[in-house]
């Protein structure tokens, strides 16, 4: 069946991107759907079969704590979470397209079984692992 990975974050993109990621965001289109320019990363993440889990794949497996809107703010910062089944590496081209297009990022990266995040940004602000607390079974997951 597989398990699942967490990815959820902030994003901050040029100008130049923005009318594309704000079809993603704000209009539900995935990002195949919104004519992206075909530079080399962005069209391996493009023609990933689950790249419309990101950012609106469903919140399976992930701690309660993970539950959040996708929130999208004037200065072109986009917050999402969500989860998918990484089978094919999405979320590490997802990563690719993000650096090719020069978005700065915080993004936290999270395996379903892993009680250990891990952090990833290209601005140099932080890097590492958040170490989550032990969780009663019960409340592990949210459903």
């Known amino acids: 069946m597989g398990m699942y990975t ?6 901050k993109i040029s100008n130049e991107y923005k009318s594309y990621f704000d079809l993603v965001f704000l209009d539900f289109k995935s990002f195949e759907e919104v004519d992206l ?6 069209k391996r993440f ?8 990101i950012p609106f794949g469903s919140i399976c ?9 996708v929130t999208v703010k004037d200065n072109n910062e986009y917050y999402f979470c969500c989860s998918l089944k990484n ?17 700065e990022y915080l993004l936290e990266y999270l395996y379903e079984e ?3 995040s891990t952090i990833y940004t290209n601005t140099g602000s932080y890097e590492g692992n958040i170490i989550r607390p032990y969780l009663e079974e019960e409340n592990r997951y949210h459903y």
């Not at 967490?6 to 994003?11: E, F, K, P």
């Not at 497996?61 to 809107?69: C, G």
């Not at 089978?87 to 978005?103: G, P, R, V």
């Open 6 to 11: 967490g990815l959820r974050g902030t994003i």
């Open 37 to 42: 320019p075909q530079k080399p990363s962005t």
């Open 46 to 53: 493009v023609e990933d079969v689950r790249n419309s889990f």
């Open 61 to 69: 497996y992930m701690p309660d704590d993970w539950v959040q809107e």
């Open 87 to 103: 089978y094919n590496s999405t979320i590490e081209k997802f990563f690719d397209f993000l650096n090719e297009i020069n978005a």
């Open 114 to 116: 892993s009680n250990v």
